[in-house]
């Protein structure tokens, strides 16, 4: 799915394209269609097939994943999705679709902005045609993990990879590892934090909840829970805080295995048992609210939280398609594209306004950025 219409002279009789565009293709990892049980099982079948999410020896885990978790968690998921649906549809895909349109229009009409979902609709092939259709020639993927792990950047280049395969011209591909570390991240998660406390107060502690991935991943060599640990740091730094004033924490663990540690909901009942009354919640490496901020931490943890004898649970919204944050993943593929000239004259030009121009000079890609 794309934010512009093509150009009139974009595509020749032929199918090749007339002039060389530059594209954005924000990739995310997907959603049920619908939330009903088909729906979910149909997406859990695509996203636990995944060799990058589930490692395990396929002899082992598909009798599992047939024999198990499809015939039965997508009725437990469905009760959960039924509880954060809108009517304009899944959270996740409606905010994605918000964020596509705002980053296109902040990086002006030069740059055409697609979005492809590693898992269900819209997928990363339909993208990248729709791209393709728009006269694009050099595509940046930027998918939207700040923090990188196999399990999610890695397979959503996988897709863009599977896909341009099957393709005879390939355009000319830049993708970007993470932006855990960049400088205008960092910020906007900042600012998020600050506004939410002049609405609502400051609570006593604020915890940073990150996806979980088994530990074995990060013994492999995944260096996920570091890049977490650090954006931790840098946010608990801009903010002012004090070693005891925050802490991070890892959800959405499932299975047996050894996840990385501490574990949200334990990190949770902790501290309800310890006196603390209100916590802050932050889930900074969600680029967009879904079922695992808005369900398991706004709903579940909370209720558990205060069952526990916590008395207020507050969850800080992600950062979604708020101004500070497009203008973020703006000026992140901006800076990602700086090393060739040819993608700067294009790509550049339209993010003048917004971005820092001495600090895109000065850094040398997303990684090295400090607040």
């Known amino acids: 799915m794309t934010a512009r219409q093509p150009h009139p002279s974009a595509t020749l009789g032929n199918g090749f394209t007339s002039h060389a565009g530059v594209g954005v293709l924000l990739v995310n990892l997907g959603t049920p269609s619908e939330p009903t049980p088909g729906a979910i099982a149909a997406y859990l079948r695509e996203f636990l097939s995944d060799r990058r999410v589930v490692d395990l020896p396929r002899a082992l ?24 649906w809108t009517a304009e549809g899944s959270p996740l895909l409606t905010i994605s679709l918000r964020q596509m349109s705002a980053v296109q229009q902040t ?20 993208a990248l045609k729709m791209l393709e259709r728009h006269g694009v020639r050099r595509v940046l993927v930027l998918p939207l993990y700040p923090q990188y ?16 395969a099957r393709e005879r011209w390939l355009p000319e591909l830049r993708t970007v590892n993470h932006y855990h570390d960049h400088p205008d991240y960092v910020a906007a998660l900042a600012q998020s934090v600050r506004a939410h406390w002049a609405d609502h107060g400051r609570g006593e502690h604020l915890l940073m909840s990150f996806h979980g991935v088994p530990r074995r991943y990060v013994e492999a060599g995944d260096p996920y829970e570091q890049q977490c640990r650090d954006t931790a740091a840098l946010l608990a730094q801009a903010l002012g805080l004090g070693e005891r ?33 209100r916590v802050d919640l932050l889930c900074p490496g969600f680029a967009a609210d ?24 507050r969850y800080i919204p992600a950062l979604n398609d708020g101004a500070a944050h497009v203008q973020a993943l703006a000026n992140i593929a901006t800076t ?31 990684s090295r950025g400090r607040p």
């Open 107 to 126: 990086l002006g009409p030069d740059v055409v902005v697609a979005l492809g979902m590693r898992y269900g609709h819209p997928g990363v092939a339909a």
């Open 149 to 164: 792990s196999a399990s999610t950047t890695a397979s959503a280049l996988d897709a863009v990879f599977a896909a341009l």
């Open 336 to 366: 990602a594209r700086r090393t060739s000239r040819r993608w700067r004259t294009s790509l550049g030009a339209t993010c003048r306004a917004g971005c820092n121009g001495s600090e895109l000079v000065k850094n040398s890609g997303p």
């Open 61 to 84: 885990w598909l009798p599992i994943l047939y024999g198990l978790i499809l015939p039965l968690r997508p009725w437990r998921l469905a009760r959960a999705y039924e509880k954060i």
């Open 290 to 313: 879904c079922l695992e901020t808005l369900e398991e931490i706004a709903i579940r943890n909370r209720e558990a939280f205060m069952a526990a004898g916590g008395q207020e649970l």
């Open 245 to 277: 004033d925050w802490s991070v924490a890892f959800q959405s663990r499932f299975g047996k295995a050894e996840w990385v540690a501490p574990y949200t909901d334990r990190q949770l009942l902790q501290l309800a048992r310890q006196g603390t009354g």
